[in-house]
RNA sequence: GGAGAGGUCGCCUAGUGGACUAUGGCGCCGCACUGGAAAUGCGGUUCGCGGCAACGCGUCGAGGGUUCGAAUCCCUCCCUCUCCGCCA
């Protein structure tokens, strides 16, 4: 599972240092290392001893038809060397039951290592890769529009940050969001409602006419095996809801269901590259970031995002995941945000991630970049967990494909940086330009 | 939620305790026939684990149990279908 045992038993060292980058325990490796031995001395006891008694068995069957007495002397001793057999076989197969548990808990728990050219390292390692757009002051010269309730000093004007503006133009209700689910669950409302609508829809349509996505509209709720197979469980278990009474969980991402829709399948070489683009609101408990982010829509609990999931054969998945990235930042100059991306060093990458590329929109409003997109290579991390292959031939062994995704994009943040972007100085905001057509207007008016 | 019928290899299908070492067909792969193909014939074709290999073991929705031995019998659960109830 995972990472897989035989590039374990290959090359442990390479797996210890991947974890060890990552911030991870290396000593896993070795603990599944021997586990794993042991497991495969059971197994040949075991087998051994199941041949035996496959043969004894026969025996009886044999004999029986070749005349002898089913309670007969010769019978009844067949009989007892098969249930000595037994009583052996039940001791190792308890203990290899035990084994086999041990190892695929610490093999689940051993991260995907990153690719060798990744920096190792913290949110210091990360690399600027490209960036694209003006990133806009906070304080502008006014050019004679002089905004009804700027705050201005006559000749410049401050942007405001998205949470005065939505709240000025009612878009955004938070107070009445937390009276009704908790605090970090927003309610969009008017202009806010169909911004959010008018996001998905077009970013829906420029996946599935532009760039060959099929669309999925999947649950938003998975059983344990999907969190398990994109690698949520064990790792992130502390970061999803739980709906206890049935065991399902609450998805974090598009991503969980979508990746899984071929969990335990064999592909046709011809079936790839398979690229599914999907709508889900997306639910975190954002456990230990308690006090960060506490104002706006920045971190929340709810929140709404359009993903893209890739399957790939292995030798294309590096140039897949540029292409998607590519097509990430196509939607972000469209809509006239500036942006960077950011090669993640080791530590800043998840546990189930080779490579990844975050998208990062500048907000003026707040003074901040912030995390839009996180485009990765699991390579065949996740779908050996889920046991995703596809054959390469007609006739030939099955090989795990290679997975990916990428956001396509995530909203809340999206629209932070609209509504800071696209202000003018009386608290009105334009309709960037591809979003007109979905919400039937050019631009947000203040309360009259 | 209640009652019933089911879940076997990519798909369809046979199989009610020992010859199941899981049928047969479709599809697929190889070979033969052919100028080439079609048709036909012969052979192969679940997936996983262990083993250099020969081979061994497991795998009939999942997990337990009965038995010397389980696709087959028993229990629990999951899923699909039909009917009923409820319902956006």
Not at 16 to 23: C, E, F, I, V
Not at 48 to 70: D, Q, W, Y
Not at 305 to 314: D, R, S, Y
Request: proline share 7%; net charge negative; charged share 30%.
């Amino acid at each position: 599972m995972s990472v897989g045992l035989q590039r374990l038993r290959e090359e442990p060292e390479a797996i210890r240092k991947g974890a060890l980058d990552k911030g991870e325990d290396p000593s896993l490796v070795d603990a599944a290392l021997d586990a794993d031995a042991r497991r495969r001395a059971l197994q040949g006891e075991g087998d051994v001893l199941r041949a035996e008694r496959n043969a004894v068995s026969k025996s009886i069957g044999e004999s029986i038809k070749g005349g002898a007495r089913p309670d007969g002397t010769e019978v009844a001793e067949f009989r007892a060397r098969s249930t000595v057999i037994g009583e052996r076989l039940g001791a190792i197969d308890a203990e290899l039951a035990e084994v086999e548990a041990q190892v695929e808990d610490l093999l689940l728990r051993i991260p995907n290592p990153a690719e060798p050219d990744i920096p190792v390292g913290g949110e210091e390692s990360n690399v600027t890769i490209r960036t694209w757009g003006e990133q806009l002051p906070r304080t502008m010269p006014l050019h004679g529009e002089v905004g009804a309730d700027a705050p201005s000093d006559g000749d410049t004007w401050d942007r405001r940050p998205h949470w005065d503006v939505a709240e000025h133009l009612g878009m955004i209700d938070l107070a009445r969001g937390a009276k009704i689910a908790g605090s970090g669950f927003p309610v969009y409302k008017g202009a806010g409602s169909a911004l959010q609508r008018a996001l998905i829809m077009w970013f829906l349509d420029v996946h599935t006419r532009e760039n060959g996505f099929t669309e999925i509209w999947p649950p938003i709720v998975v059983n344990q095996a999907s969190a398990r197979g994109t690698g949520q469980i064990p790792d992130k278990e502390d970061q999803m809801y739980v709906v206890t009474r049935d065991d399902l969980y609450l998805v974090p991402t598009a991503e969980v269901p979508v990746t899984n829709l071929h969990r335990d399948e064999i592909l046709d070489a011809d079936e790839l590259p398979i690229r599914y683009a999907a709508y889900t609101p997306c639910f975190r408990r954002e456990a230990g970031a308690a006090g960060k982010d506490t104002r706006g829509i920045l971190r929340v609990h709810q929140f709404d995002k359009v993903e893209m999931v890739l399957f790939e054969k292995p030798e294309a998945s590096a140039e897949a995941l540029e292409w998607m990235t590519g097509v990430a930042e196509d939607l972000l100059r469209r809509l006239g945000l500036a942006y960077r991306v950011l090669l993640m060093a080791t530590r800043e990458m998840g546990f189930t991630q080779a490579r990844k590329y975050d998208l990062e929109v500048w907000a003026p409003g707040v003074e901040r970049w912030l995390e839009v997109s996180s485009c990765s290579n699991f390579k065949d991390f996740q779908s050996r967990r889920m046991a995703v292959r596809f054959r390469p031939e007609p006739g030939a062994k099955p090989e795990l494909v290679h997975t990916l995704n990428g956001s396509g994009l995530a909203l809340a943040r999206i629209v932070a940086a609209i509504l800071e972007t696209y202000q003018r100085p009386d608290g009105s905001v334009d309709v960037p330009a591809p979003l007109r057509p979905y919400m039937g207007i050019d631009w947000i008016p203040g309360p009259a």
